[in-house]
């Protein structure tokens, strides 16, 4: 996975940050109460959530869906025991979902896992470090840079998803570059001016859009 895009210039990257990061400040980015962010363990929940969550209502539709993984399904967290699911037919009824876009797309997720030897989420951790993995998992139809960073969250690595939380921050503070490698590196920039891990300023841009009484699910179970 590129780390920044191909025209963005390290001063470029600079000044969006301190733009990002004065705005955050003044949003109360550093004076929130902190609620550390949850490393999830459970690779059939990790790998749900990072399909599930593109184009859907997160609060309504992906977090129930997530729980009843997590609560449901406590042995689904290696991929052995997710290859023995696919060959069962029971990939829908894991996810609680139909269409089969979203269905063929965990499939296929969970294969190409399987094929690069991936069994575990300290696997799977391991590999989201590596650009090789990165670049080689956005083979698999639908999985994008965006899925790919939310999923290194979910596992605990500091990296922010530039979901459209992200880009509609940075049109308000003037940020015209909307290439998802330069508001990446923008944002993780803002981040570390802020002294804050990059995972908890992409919860803290995700809770300032959410409505109030909306929580994002903290994958700790």
Known sequence: ?????????AIEVLLAARRI?????????LFEEKHPRATCEHLGAVLADSVLQAG????????????????????????SSLVALIQDGKTGAFLNWRHHEKVSRFEALVVFLKDWGI??????R?????????????????????????????????????DRHVRTFAKTVGVENDD???????????????????????????????????VQLTLGV
């Open 21 to 29: 990061a004065d705005h955050a400040k003044d949003e109360g980015a």
């Open 119 to 124: 069994e575990d989420v300290k696997d799977l």
């Open 1 to 9: 996975m590129r780390r920044t895009g191909p025209k963005a210039s």
């Open 126 to 162: 391991a590999g989201l470090v590596s650009d090789e993995f990165c670049n080689a998992i956005q083979t698999v139809n639908g999985i994008g840079p965006k899925t790919v960073d939310y999923m290194a969250c979910l596992v605990g690595i500091d990296s922010i998803a530039v």
């Open 180 to 214: 998802y490698h330069f508001l990446r590196k923008s944002f993780c920039c803002a981040a570390d001016l802020l002294s804050l891990p990059r995972r908890e300023f992409d919860a803290w841009l995700w809770r300032r859009a959410a409505v109030p009484t909306q």
């Open 56 to 79: 859907l209502n997160y609060t309504t539709v992906v977090r129930p869906r997530v729980l009843a993984i997590l609560r449901g399904h406590p042995t689904r967290l290696t991929i």
